[in-house]
C-alpha cells in the first residue's frame, strides 16, 4: 500500500516537473511566434507583388508554427519560428532583387519599343499609300499587321498605366506582350528586328 | 541590291529598328522604293529620310547607306 502510494507520488511529481518544464518554453514560444509573424508581415507587401510563390510557402510554414503552438509542442514552435525569421529576411532579400530585375527590364523595353513601334507606324504609314504591296506581302498580311500595330500601341498604353501605378511586374508582362507584337510585325514587313528585342 | 539589318551608322543601339540599304550597282531610288514599298513612286520618303547624305534623288553612290522609313 505504501509502495503504491509512492509510485503515485513519484508519477504526479514526474508530471508536475513535465507540465512546467512545457509551460515554461509556452512564453518563449509565444514571443518566437510573434517576431516571425512580424518578419513575415514586414516583408509581405513587396513579397505578394514578386515573389508571390515563394511567400505562399512561408505563410504556410508559419501556419505550420501556429499549429505546433496550439499542439503544445513549444520546443519545435520556438526553433521552426526563430527559422522562420530568417527565412522572412531573405524573402523581403529576394523581393528587392527581383523588383531591381524587373526595373531593368522596364528600363529597358520602355526605351526601346517605342522606336521599334514608330518604325512600324513609319512602315505601314507609306505602304498603305502603296499602289502595290511589296513581294511576301499579301494584302491579308497587310491588314493583320495594321490591326497588331493597333493593339500593340493600346497594350503599350497599359503598360505604362501599371508602371505609373507601381505594378512593376504587369508593365514588363505587357511591355513583353508589345515585344512579341512589334516583333511579328516587323518580320511581316521584312524589317529587321533590333538585336534587343530577339531576346 | 543590298539590305543592312539594321547595321547603320549609328548601329551600337540594341533596340535601333532603322532598315538600311546598302546601294549597289544599278540601284536607283525608286528601284529601291519598289523593292521596300512594292511603288516607285514612293521613293520621295527613302530621299526626305537621307537628306543628311542626299541632295539630289537622282544622284546616289554605291557603298552610300540608306535609311528605308
Known amino acids: 500500500m505504501k509502495r503504491n502510494i509512492v509510485k503515485v507520488a513519484i508519477a504526479l511529481l514526474v508530471g508536475i516537473v513535465m507540465l512546467a518544464a512545457c509551460s515554461s518554453d509556452k512564453g518563449p514560444a509565444e514571443l518566437a511566434i510573434k517576431a516571425a509573424e512580424e518578419a513575415v508581415n514586414a516583408s509581405k507587401a513587396e513579397a505578394a507583388k514578386y515573389v508571390p510563390e515563394e511567400l505562399k510557402s512561408l505563410e504556410g510554414a508559419l501556419a505550420a508554427v501556429k499549429d505546433n503552438f496550439a499542439k503544445k509542442e513549444y520546443k519545435a514552435a520556438i526553433a521552426d519560428a526563430q527559422a522562420l525569421a530568417g527565412k522572412a529576411k531573405d524573402l523581403l532579400g529576394a523581393a528587392n532583387a527581383k523588383k531591381e530585375e524587373l526595373t531593368k527590364s522596364w528600363t529597358d523595353l520602355s526605351e526601346g519599343l517605342p522606336k521599334m513601334v514608330g518604325a512600324i507606324q513609319s512602315r505601314v504609314d507609306i505602304l498603305s499609300k502603296s499602289k502595290k504591296l511589296p513581294a511576301n506581302l499579301t494584302a491579308e498580311k497587310f491588314t493583320e499587321v495594321k490591326s497588331g500595330l493597333a493593339a500593340a500601341q493600346e497594350e503599350w498604353g497599359k503598360a505604362m498605366e501599371s508602371f505609373k501605378a507601381g505594378n512593376i511586374a504587369e508593365a514588363v508582362s505587357a511591355a513583353n506582350s508589345v515585344k512579341g507584337k512589334a516583333v511579328s510585325a516587323m518580320e511581316t514587313l521584312g524589317m529587321p528586328v533590333p538585336a534587343g528585342a530577339k531576346s | ?69
Open chain 2, 1 to 69: 541590291m543590298a539590305d543592312d539589318q539594321g547595321k547603320g551608322p549609328g548601329g551600337s543601339d540594341p533596340y535601333d529598328a532603322t532598315q538600311y540599304h546598302e546601294v549597289v550597282k544599278g540601284d536607283t531610288l525608286w528601284k529601291i522604293a519598289e523593292r521596300y514599298y512594292g511603288d516607285g513612286s514612293l521613293y520621295t520618303n527613302i530621299f526626305e529620310a537621307n537628306q543628311d547624305i542626299l541632295k539630289d534623288p537622282n544622284k546616289i553612290k554605291i557603298g552610300q547607306k540608306l535609311r528605308i522609313p
